[in-house]
């Protein structure tokens, strides 16, 4: 029992990774309507800042709140530079430009980083919570960062003018012209808020998982399915997925099918949730008319 | 008389003439030549395995370093190191262009198990030398059926049953959890660690749980193992895994008797990041000098090595394990270049890398020594056991000869 | 969508089919051993890039994981050959069936799901593909983590036409016949009904169930037909390569499956070949502009490749063929 348990917080602690990343993949279909599979890269090359400053003697508060504002800079540049001409292109040639992008961080963190893996300073304390072997003070932590960025996310979204704008210019960019909202840098600032997201879910996630380029592919696919599971117009949702995820990963591995298969049959379990409710499960449904 | 005394001395020059030739002939094969020798190789220098692309990188300064004091036998050798993304279809394309059209004398240091498998045979057919393969595989000690491979890890069945072995001996009752990943090369050290224990290995193997490269934690099949209450630990990953594993089974609190892949043994790549305070007490075996180990401090070639990535590869940490692992490799590889002296063919080179004896490559542990014979073609005979001070690898009992 | 004509709306450059034909036929025996392997290879990618096109081109569907396709056919292909010992000849069709009706059993239930979530769908498949390879339930058949090695076929006759023949151009020219009836049965399959089916169910697919098709039915078969022609491609290349391993089949092969297609052009024959061109010797040429950073290389020429020639390659020539050609009245 006591086995059973640890496994569900552990799955939860997991979760909360593809959660945080999660985030981010809701964040810039939220904003663009496309999912964008550098969103990790992105992630894995802000942390990389991180542990830069870090290692030339910046404190850790200083440089996690430099890394956000530089990963949304880098965000924003990425979209009018790169994403922009693009932008009205055929679905498939935007998810090649995505892609040539991915490879491009990830070859260029090789390059100056090395793929040895890193060590990445977790900011909080190193005795487990409550001296219970469950879980650690940073999967904790990490999971209470994740829910912040969550409420302020739905908040944002939900509640600012600016999010309202953010999420018309995304369903329709035509009729969010007319009435004043200048599409281009709602999808900048789109590209900003999710890159200084991933940020956050990349500094919580090295010290688990050791900073590396290649740390977030495994993640990515996982965020995807939370995301998708969850509904990909909600950020709630996603974080509900993620935690789903993990926890259902982890008591499939350990309990039903082995660790050899549990990735496959968590992946088909999610097919089959999506097969059902194909807009996830907070997902809001698109009615058609014909 | 005369007749007789002039036949004689004729005779004799002759010979003395068909022996002064015999000995100054040059013989090459295609890649070798006065000036220079063409050694090939493929290293995954991007995709999942890429961390092992420090292993070429430091083989490439060392032989450049090399080529300026002169080369081997007045030979300058011309690396070509090509990346295979541990892909074996590229593997088999990269290694054809490098033996067809390259024309490389022979290979050294391919790595990985299924890259090697790849081409195995054609190298065989080809009969190129396919020479100190960066993989531990057991099946690369075949001299009978696969006579131009020659590995040389210590291979990872021989390890696995030399941990087995010891926890026969010192702890007939435990209750053994095997963390392995999904591949290759973890089935061959978990082939090996069974075979270690024998007859008692399935009611000792309390509890086994696998992973793949891709999985992004380690985290749950952790808690799965300590769960099964077992108190000794074989963990068998690559190196971030290793480091994921110390550091899980610190935090939930599980304190096993704790056996390490020599894969993963590297202070600065793997116990570092994990932390050092979590790693004491950790059981591994190593071969090859650690550069984070204090005791080298003064030791000449390692003192060249930190020389040389200084200068070269400047990007490479001398605490890397991958590291210090290429250059002893290069060592080897240049040893066997000497002994061919100027017979360069392929053949002379197998029979040369076959009958090394008893030869104490700078970058090796002292004591171990390695040989091959034309029957055996494994490098290191024997491997020393270590333990974890929490600051170095610490000798722990004397070389065990494996098998 | 974008509104790109189909390239079968042209007429058939003949002589130019047939020119080309003969320069393939005869290149073999120019270039060394090594770079009729490679040739051979981009075939195999290009038979599965037309497979590729049938589904997204054409039906307007995606797949991020065609990928576990190609490893089905390389398995079946091994296997057969390994464990059945059937001449390598015959694991073609066979594995082409296979492929046919795994891929039309996984778009049954695949076809409900659109965009994004068919996405991960057929991500998943290669994902857990390679797990199911290692599986070691399955090992006695699959060869487990180790894989399974081929024998390489050699060349049935010492020379042909005084020419001589060796196991490469053997293969080559076994490969190149492949290819040629795979793009006929391509081009056969987009011109009639079936492609007509398709073009409508991608481009107005209410229209087209109003008119009678039964759209899931050809989803599913533009995914089993699309599996098939991939599986092919698959087979072929186990045999030129004579190794099969899990790990020759990562998640990264369906993606450069798909930047393959889109690069080539999307919706367009001839667009598969120059997909696979790229597909096989860019990552090369980008190994020899940068040791240091390839990767970055290459991501930078997708990038421009998108930029100006978002039609793809194929796009492009028919644009350059239009300017060329004196317009019509």
Redesign the interface.
Known sequence: M??FI??VV??I??GG?YASLALALVMIYQSTHH?NFAQGEIAMFATYMAWTLINAGVSYWLAFTCTILLAFALGVLIQRI?IR??EN?????I???F??????L???A??VF??????FPSPFPKE?PFGL??I?SHELGSIGVTLVLLLMLYGFFKFTPLGLAMRAAAQNPDSSRLVGIRVGWMLALGWGLAAAIGSVAGMMIAP???L???MM???L??A??AA?VGG?DSPGGAVLGGFIVGIL??IL??YVI????K??VA??L??VV??IK?AGLFGKVIVSR? | MKKRQFTLTALCLSLAGFAMSASAQKKYDPGASDTEIKIGQTMPY?G?A??Y??IGKVQAAYFKQLNEQGGVNGRKINFISLDDGYSPPKTVEMVRRLVEQEEVLLMMGTLGTPSNTAIHKYMNTKKVPHMFLATGASKWNDPKNFPWTIGFNPNYNSEGKLYGQHILATKPNAKIAVLVQ?DDYGKDYFNGFKEGLGAKAASMIVAT????V????I???I??L??SGADTFFNITT??FA??AIRKVD???WKPTHYLNQVSASVG??L????LDKAVGLISMLYVKEGSDTRWDNDPTMKDFKALIKKYAP???PD?G?ATYGYAVAQTMVQVLKQAGDNLTRENIMKQAASIKDFQVPMVLPGVLASTSSDDFALFQTIQMVKFDGKNWVDFGKPVTVK | ??SNLPSHEKTIPWIWLVLGLLGACALPFFITNYHVFQVSMVLTYAIALVGLNIL?GYSGQ?SLGHGAFLAIGAYTSAILMDKADMPYWITIPIAAAVCLVVGFLFGL??L???G??L???T??LA??LP??L???HLEFLTGGVQGIVIMKPEAPWETLFGLKLNSDRWLYFFTLAVTVVMFMIGWNLIRGRVGRALIAIRDQP?AAASMGINTPLYKSLAFGVSAMFTGVAGALSAILVAFVAPDSFT?FLS?TL??GM??GG?TSLPGALYGALFIQFIPNIADQISK?????I??????L???TM?TGIAGLLRLIGQKLRPTHP
């Open positions: 006591e086995t640890h496994q552990a799955g602690a997991t990774v999912i790169i001409p693009v292109a055929p679905v498939l040639n998810v090649v430009v892609i040539g992008l991915l490879v491009i990830n070859s260029i090789g390059w090395t793929y040895t893996i890193k060590a487990p072997h469950f650690s688990v998982v050791f590396e380029p290649n592919s495994g993640i696919l996982y995807f399915a998708l990909i990963e982890n591995g350990a082995g660790t050899e298969l990735l496959s992946l088909v999610i097919i999506l097969t194909p014909v | 991007s999942p890429s961390a692309g420090t999904n749980a696998s992973y793949e891709t999985d992004p934690t985290d749950s099949q808690v799965t300590k769960g190196p971030k480091a994921q935090e939930v609190g790549s793997v570092k990041p994990a932390g990007e490479v940490s890397d991958n | 969508m974008s997204i995606i239930p695949a409900r799901l659109e994004h979530y996405a991960l769908a991500f998943a994902v857990s797990q199911l290692k599986f070691k209410i998640v993606i798909m930047v889109v690069v999307v240091a950073a390839p990767w970055a290459y991501g930078v020429m997708l990038i490749f998108m930029y978002p």
